[in-house]
């Protein structure tokens, strides 16, 4: 099956740095590629997808990019405020709409300093 | 709220009771998901429907577990004979087509 890892798992930056967290991925088939942000106690929400017919995707601070051909993409949040601190989690289908199933990584837990 | 639901929130049963979980999903959404998760861990997919044909279960899902959703809206999960490693939350997802929105999450405790 599918096998999605994550880097760094802790990530500690000051307000108004920039974040990246990376993820890998090994299916080529994957075609899917959300981003939960998960507050402690709280459900996993969805801040963020991309498809692989597109490179890069951008929705105001955050942004996602993937390369298909390395098998990786990444999520970059700029401008942090200390409501971003969470754990995020990438995750990949492997069919896309298909049968739905997703894969997660194993989080990264982010610390934004004011 | 029009968001997923799920009850209980909070589960503590002893070891070798069996236990029932529900969840409703968003009403036009025809796809349901179970996930499992741990401390520190990411969410493990246990198994998914489209409406009520359940489509595919991981192996992370033994015997004792079983999952239904009779009339392809709310879905239950059940747990026979818990064991102390079926501690986790567990969480419930549901979706139209990409999109996966999750529930809050039953936590089950297992003395």
């Known amino acids: 099956g599918e096998n999605v890892e994550q880097h760094p798992s802790t990530l500690s930056v000051q307000e108004g740095d920039s974040a990246v967290i990376k993820c890998t991925y090994s299916?080529?088939?994957?075609?899917?590629f959300p981003w939960y942000k998960q507050e402690l106690g709280k459900r996993p929400q969805l801040i963020i997808d991309?498809?692989?017919?597109?490179g890069e995707k951008k929705d105001q601070r955050i942004a996602v990019t993937l390369n298909k051909t390395a098998k990786h993409f990444s999520l970059h949040i700029t401008e942090t405020q200390p409501e971003d601190s969470a754990v995020y989690f990438c995750?990949?289908?492997?069919?896309?709409?298909?049968?739905?199933?997703?894969?997660f990584g194993r989080g990264t837990q982010l610390t934004v300093w004011p | 709220d029009t968001g997923v639901s799920q009850n209980p929130r909070h589960k503590i049963t002893k070891r070798g009771q069996n236990v029932t979980f529900r969840c409703d999903p968003i009403?036009?959404?025809?796809?349901l998901y179970w996930y499992r998760q741990t401390l520190g861990q990411g969410p493990e997919f246990l198994t998914y429907?489209?409406?009520?044909?359940?489509?595919?279960k991981s192996r992370l899902l033994s015997d004792r577990f079983s999952a239904e959703r009779p009339k392809g809206s709310f879905s239950t999960l059940e747990i026979q004979r818990t064991e102390q490693g079926d501690s986790a939350m567990y969480l419930c997802?549901?979706?139209?087509?990409?999109?996966?929105?999750f529930g809050p999450g039953t936590r089950l405790t297992v003395t």
């Open positions: 997802a549901s979706s139209s087509i990409y999109e996966q929105y």
């Open positions: 299916d080529s088939a994957s075609n899917y």
């Open positions: 991309i498809r692989s017919n597109v």
């Open positions: 995750a990949a289908s492997p069919r896309g709409s298909t049968l739905g199933r997703l894969y």
């Open positions: 009403s036009e959404h025809n796809r």
């Open positions: 429907f489209q409406n009520e044909a359940q489509l595919e």
